[in-house]
């Protein structure tokens, strides 16, 4: 990883410029905004990008917690083809939590992050003229996303999750499957450092949490490491984020787990009950290469 750093570090300009240029939206109806806007009373970081105004609206609600999706517009420019694509910076995290510090951005907790969400969306939806928006939940932030559609199902047309969390209950199903990955792969040294901390599953610490997952990755090569793999590529050479906007990112990262943890290890979705009013699709898994 240090050499593949080393090369994004030296390669980061040239990558800026190739991919500032892809970005550019031509198109008379488009539009291309990145700006504060006042959400929940301090200002929080968006972007909005497409090639049509009239086109439907997606909302990316970023997991991490902290991890901006802001620095993966490129991997998206195809999409704005036929949706105007939302980026926000949630409370606590990346340019957000550049412009207001962490005193600044106030108690961080899921029920703060879901009345931002749906007065964010209440905003584009008056100023991108549209009726309803899609609201997109990844990771951890399909859980905001999911609590976000159930409680106000009338502002979209549909919730997608993915890799959708339910709480407790993804962390159970997750170690389970991780250490059966283990031993179908005679890890034994996986295996003890796994049901070590499934001992502990319900009371585990930060530490343990990152294990765990790293473990989740070492255990099936076909699965990304969603840092290593894909969001430190894109912090780095992305064209909208200067080397201070990396070190926000960094903070934030650390901040909203820190501030989130305990609300993460606790929760549990089925407790919102099985009815959800607006449409959902959920999608979930790795494409796999030989896959037909």
Known sequence: ??????????????????????????????????????????????????????????????GGPGSVYSVLSPPLRPWERFFTIVQWDQRGAGKTLGRNGKAGCGAITFDRLVQDGLELTEYLRGYLGQEKIILVGSSVGSLTGMMMAKRRPDLFWAYVGTDQNTGVASLQRSYELTLAMLRAARNTR??????????????????????LHQWTIRADPSVPDMIDDIFLPGMLSSPDHTLHDVMDIANGLAFSNKALFAEMMSMDLRALGPRLVAPFFIFQGVRRADAS
């Not at 301090?42 to 990008?49: A, D, K, L, P």
């Open 190 to 211: 996986g295996v003890q450092a796994v049901e070590m901390i499934g001992a502990r599953l319900d009371r585990l610490t930060p530490k343990e949490a990152r294990t």
């Open 1 to 62: 990883m240090a050499t593949n750093l080393l090369a994004a570090l030296l390669m980061r300009g040239r990558n800026q410029r190739n991919l500032a240029r892809q970005l550019v939206i031509t198109a008379p109806s488009g539009v291309l905004e990145q700006r504060f806007a006042t959400i929940g009373e301090i200002e929080q970081w968006i972007t909005i990008s497409g090639e049509d105004r009239a086109n439907p609206v997606l909302l990316f609600v970023h």
